[in-house]
């Protein structure tokens, strides 16, 4: 099944048009606890395993939908106007391709990222999930989470978490149509978590996550033991989600990390996210844990590292990673 297929299939019973002058919605970053790396079909967006992410909350995109003033799509970025060469504009004109209602129909996207885009900070994910939040709202197409979610994929795996504030689990799926494979919100709630963003790079990643994985997959000899560290990763961050055991879902979440980069080393040619500035980060980490600051880390598709604490140490936090971001991911707002 390609991409078309699927949604054709999908907004069946949906309207094509807008409904109203323009839709503005918001979705947040996510960031996975229990990493996604490998898709089982590269054109469905489909992953080898389930995963499980927190979102950040205030970070994310907001996204308005309008039609465009001119006879062509414009894209602005923070308040900017984009050309369409640039990596972000025709990949987001591509996704947006699949809901043209007609070939002379042209849209204006305006986005507000709180999240620097491109540097394995999650942007795609809140970008897409806002856009297809967007262009429900603005066709009227009054879809559930679900259908949304399954959409979101389509432009960004990742993006099928971000429909959610607080802890989301994708479930891989099983079909081959890949109607089986969205996220949904997991309902614990942890109040005095943190998530710490420590941005040493904004630049564009050099291999971007499609590539990384593909390329995991096709030539890692790690990559046959992920599955199974997934699942039982998997368990282990909702028996600590369920416990409140900080502990083990740091021990864990970092593992799952570290694991995930293991197996895009061991690819040929090798997929390396990190710099030094990255190793440095994470030995600060573990020296701090070594203290007794009970701190752990994760990292994505780039060399950012995000820190994972409880609110009781944030200043300790700060004192040794003066350039840390703080995300409270269970805000009044957000829960
Ligand atoms: O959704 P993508 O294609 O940007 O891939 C995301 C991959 C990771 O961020 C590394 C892991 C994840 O689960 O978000």
Redesign the pocket.
């Known amino acids: 099944m390609n991409k078309t297929s699927f949604i054709t299939q999908l907004l069946q019973a949906c309207n094509k048009t807008p409904i109203k002058p323009s839709a503005t919605v918001y979705a947040p970053a996510?960031?996975?606890l229990v990493?996604?790396?490998g898709k089982r079909d590269n054109e469905l967006?489909l992953p080898v395993t389930s995963?499980l992410?927190i979102s950040l909350a205030d970070k994310g995109t907001s996204t308005t939908l309008s039609v465009a003033h001119q006879a062509a799509d414009e894209v602005f970025l923070n308040g900017e106007k984009l050309t369409a060469v640039s990596p972000f504009v025709t990949r987001l004109l591509s996704f947006l391709d699949l809901f043209r209602p007609r070939k002379d129909f042209y849209f204006r996207i305006e986005t507000i990222s709180t999240v620097p885009i491109a540097a394995?900070l999650?942007s795609?994910?809140s970008g897409f999930a806002a856009l297809v939040l967007a262009l429900n709202d603005w066709l009227g197409w009054a879809l559930d989470l679900q259908s949304l979610s399954l959409l979101a994929r389509m432009g960004?795996?990742?993006?099928a978490r971000s429909l959610w504030h607080g802890f989301v689990m994708w479930q891989g799926g099983e079909r081959d149509d890949g109607m089986d494979s969205f996220a949904y919100s997991l309902s614990y709630q942890w109040p005095s978590l943190r998530l710490g963003l420590l941005i040493h790079s904004t630049a564009e990643k050099h291999m971007s996550?499609?590539d990384g994985?593909i390329q995991t997959v096709q030539t890692s000899p790690l990559y046959t033991a992920w599955p199974a560290v997934v699942a039982r990763d998997l368990s282990l961050v909702e028996q600590a989600l369920i416990q409140q055991n900080f502990t083990q879902l740091g021990e864990t979440a970092e593992a799952n990390a570290l694991t995930?980069h293991a197996t895009a080393l061991a690819a040929r040619p090798c997929v390396c996210y990190s710099t030094p500035q990255t190793w440095d980060i994470v030995h600060t980490v573990w020296r701090c844990r070594a203290q007794g600051l009970e701190v752990y880390f994760t990292q994505?598709?780039g060399p950012n590292i995000k820190l994972i604490f409880l609110e009781k140490d944030e200043a300790m936090i700060r004192a040794n990673f003066p350039t840390v971001d703080v995300v409270v991911p269970f805000i009044q707002d957000y829960q």
């Open positions: 996510n960031i996975a990493k996604y790396w967006n995963s992410s394995g999650a795609s994910a960004s795996g990742s993006a996550s499609r994985m995930m994505d598709a």
